[in-house]
């Protein structure tokens, strides 16, 4: 059974920061990009981060650029998703998602959809 299990969120305070953990299990891990996704209140989902695990190969949005970093402990089978700077419009459900990919991106990531999805988890950045 394919699981991607989200965790990590709470209330930090702006400028403050919060890690996000993506646990995975039930296919093979290097074979697959890991992507964070978002969703405020009211707006549509957006992806803004995604791994490569197999090599470490990144992806942000300028949204996040600079302030979040997205890892991979392979060991684990787990992704991380580290965000310092954080700003009242990171306020948001959280969720993780895998899509079929090695390598490096050359497009945007989720443009042709994700294969797995997990449950999201809320982060809310007070100010």
């Known amino acids: 059974e394919v699981q991607l299990q989200a965790s990590g969120g709470g209330l930090v305070q702006t400028g403050g920061s919060l890690t996000l953990s993506c646990a995975a299990s039930?296919?093979?891990?290097?074979?697959?990009?890991i992507c964070w996704f978002r969703q405020a209140p009211g707006k549509e989902r957006e992806g803004i981060s995604c791994?490569?695990?197999?090599?470490?190969?990144?992806y942000y949005v300028d949204s996040v650029k600079g302030r979040f970093t997205i890892s991979s402990d392979n060991a684990k089978n787990t992704v991380y998703l580290q965000m310092s700077n954080m700003k009242p419009e990171d306020t948001a459900v959280y969720s993780c998602?895998?899509?079929?990919?090695?390598?490096?991106?050359?497009?945007?990531?989720?443009?042709?959809?994700?294969?797995?999805w997990g449950k999201g988890t809320q982060v809310t950045v007070s100010s």
């Open positions: 998602a895998a899509v079929t990919h090695t390598g490096s991106f050359y497009y945007t990531p989720w443009n042709y959809g994700m294969d797995y």
């Open positions: 039930g296919f093979t891990f290097e074979d697959y990009a």
């Open positions: 791994i490569s695990t197999n090599d470490g190969s990144t």
